[in-house]
């Protein structure tokens, strides 16, 4: 593109250098620029204006599209990280029951059995709540969170108890339409508990 840009002012220079030193076939000398020479100077200066524009708005494109990648990522990978230390942490799975999967996990923290910690999805938005404490959001306005499930492979309690799998799609939300926004990836893990 710079390459471009540095070829296309070379020739701007080298035309406004051969057409001022073309001599008038008048008997009277002139200075200044004839339409024509006006109207050449307009064009490759507006060729080089676009050429410009789009750079850069193809350079904001990529960008924004970066940054949503980004953003989808990195909210994911939090939120994974977030729950496999949940359940490492925990001494129980109380939900789901062994080979089943449900939308809500529910946790025995390993400090106390009376408090439990919950995740579920609301509204497109993950929280956590930890015994009678209020639900804290997980992920923030920015992204949504679908199909969410919950798995617990174990097949019964003696087998390899509390070892949970963990599927969902987080989304960047994108209110304009712009294809810049539109970003969805599918995150998952197995994590295990660390005291059964």
Known sequence: MALLLIILTSLVFFLLNSMRNIKPH????????????????????S??????????????????????????????LQVLQIMSQTIRNASSVNSPLAGSSSSTLSLSLATSSDITSVFFASSSVLYVTEGVA?????????VA?????????????????????????LSRINPSG????????VFYTTAALRYP
């Open 26 to 45: 008048s008997f009277f000398s002139r200075s200044g620029f004839s339409l024509i020479e006006l109207i050449l100077y307009v064009g490759l200066l």
């Open 178 to 185: 712009r294809s810049e926004y539109d970003y969805t990836k």
């Open 134 to 142: 209020s639900p804290v959001a997980l992920t923030n306005n920015t």
């Open 145 to 169: 969170i679908s199909n969410l499930l919950f798995s617990a492979l174990s097949v019964s309690s003696s087998t390899t108890p509390g070892t949970v799998r963990i599927v969902f799609s």
């Open 47 to 76: 060729s080089m204006m676009l050429v410009l524009s789009l750079f850069f708005s193809i350079a904001l494109s990529v960008r924004i599209k970066h940054q949503t990648i980004s953003e989808v990522e990195q909210q994911g």
